[in-house]
């Protein structure tokens, strides 16, 4: 363990919850930018004469590279220092998504979301392991309920706002605007994080509490091999988890690409109404998460066991999710909103699934295995956006919603049989040897 040369106190402090701060606005910062050509893509689409089939091309773009580069990033961000590397890539993403505005062409906007997907491609590893060095494990599913919630607040209270500044500045203005938001915060991260141990406001107190967690007394970092990356997928537990994650993510990457759409051309919704009534969703989901996080760690601080503490809420949540079948059957904006949430909350509620990685994964592979983990989550950015153009490509987004259902229900199938019972995977002198 790290003695900090400060003097101990009693009370420990508690800046670990200002760290949490920061990393939440940082997801709203990551989802603004993942997020702002969902409203755009009305309007864009119109002026380029891009027909739904290019949409989900586009949409699916940032997919590709983001999910191709989550190994890489887990590995990354076990070698580089969060305050660098979170400043670095802060700024790449956020010139790319200026220069969003500035382009004309398809092509161009293609590779635009694709370099986008690069360098956002290591963030949420960056955050688990945030998570991990900065909260014990009774509190890191809060810790991560909370900051995940920051994709769901943040566009639940920005898609309003970011419809006004498209009418008022138009799409370009959009993306001009989001990209400056994130260079500015690029600066802000750089000046005020730091690791427990190099925080001159943590005290000795709590940096022993937040580093009791058996994960945080691993005293040694071994070099990475290639070889290790069969730790990530010869165990049927990640294998759950990474397919989990797809599902989950395949709901969530509707909402962030299609949703507006849908309700303008499906529902028959305008822009800003479509802001204002598309928001609700986002909150459901912002609900859902926060729920579920704190109900996860007062379980587990209730002696409750972790395979229901931990897995309960992902179950539901799946479950829940596949609720978004029922807006086919409605044509009620009133009820399609409230089937829609309902689904929403459902993800939300889910969302605390990158608990299992700090707590299932070989603890010598957090990073590595967090990649492969946002990988599987990635790849839903890639498929679901082609596959509802497709299947929309006449204006009907009915067989959509049946897709995005049955992939949840296939998630809630996943965690049941193949994730099993929650603990950790240990490596074995054998394993290793081999």
Not at 141 to 150: K, M, R
Not at 400 to 426: D, N, S, T
Request: proline share 3%.
């Amino acid at each position: 363990m790290i003695k900090k040369n400060t003097t101990t106190s009693v009370n420990p402090t508690r800046k670990r919850f200002g760290i949490l701060g920061l990393v939440f606005i940082s997801v709203v910062i990551n989802y603004l930018d993942r997020s702002n050509i969902s409203v755009a893509a009305t309007a864009l689409s119109n002026e380029l004469d891009l027909d739904k089939v290019k949409m989900g091309l586009i949409f699916s773009a940032f997919g590709w590279t983001y999910a191709s580069l989550q190994i890489p990033g887990g590995v990354i961000v076990d070698k580089i220092r969060a305050r660098v590397l979170y400043t670095l890539i802060l700024i790449l993403w956020s010139i790319a998504t200026l220069l969003q505005g500035l382009v004309s062409s398809f092509a161009a906007l293609v590779g635009l979301r694709a370099s986008i997907g690069v360098f956002e491609a290591p963030s949420f590893p960056i955050n688990n392991a945030i998570a991990t060095k900065w909260f014990p494990e009774e509190e890191r599913a809060s810790a991560i309920a909370f900051y995940t919630s920051g994709q769901y607040i943040g566009l639940a209270f920005l898609t309003p706002l970011l419809a006004y500044i498209q009418s008022e500045l138009g799409w370009r203005g959009l993306f001009i605007l989001s990209g400056i938001i994130g260079v500015i915060w690029a600066f802000v991260w750089y000046v005020f994080y730091r690791d427990p141990e190099n925080h001159k406001g943590v005290n000795q107190s709590e940096l022993d509490y937040i580093q009791k967690d058996e994960v945080k007394k691993v005293k040694q970092v071994k070099p990475f091999k290639w070889s290790d990356l069969k730790y990530a997928f010869i165990y049927k537990k990640l294998w759950g988890l990474y397919l989990g994650q797809f599902c989950l993510g395949s709901t969530f990457i509707f909402f962030l690409t299609w949703f507006p759409t849908y309700l303008q051309e499906q529902k028959g919704i305008d822009l800003m109404k479509s802001g204002i009534m598309g928001s609700v969703p986002f909150l459901g989901a912002f609900l859902g998460v926060i729920i579920s996080g704190l109900l996860s760690d007062r379980l587990i601080k209730r002696g409750v066991s972790k395979e229901i503490a931990r897995k309960a809420p992902v179950l539901t949540g799946l479950f829940l999710s596949s609720s978004i079948i029922l807006a086919n059957y409605t044509e009620s904006q009133f009820l399609t909103i409230a089937f829609l949430t309902l689904a929403f909350f459902g993800t939300g509620f889910a969302s605390i699934s990158w608990i299992f990685v700090s707590t299932i994964a070989p603890k010598e592979h957090i990073g590595l295995v967090g990649g492969v983990f946002n990988l599987m989550g990635g790849l839903s950015a890639v498929v679901v956006p082609i596959v509802i153009g497709i299947l929309a490509k006449e204006g009907n987004f009915e067989p959509a919603l049946f897709f995005i259902g049955i992939i949840a229900i296939l998630g809630f199938l996943a965690y049941i049989f193949l994730v099993g019972k929650v603990e950790r995977i240990q490596i074995t002198n054998n394993e290793t040897q081999n």
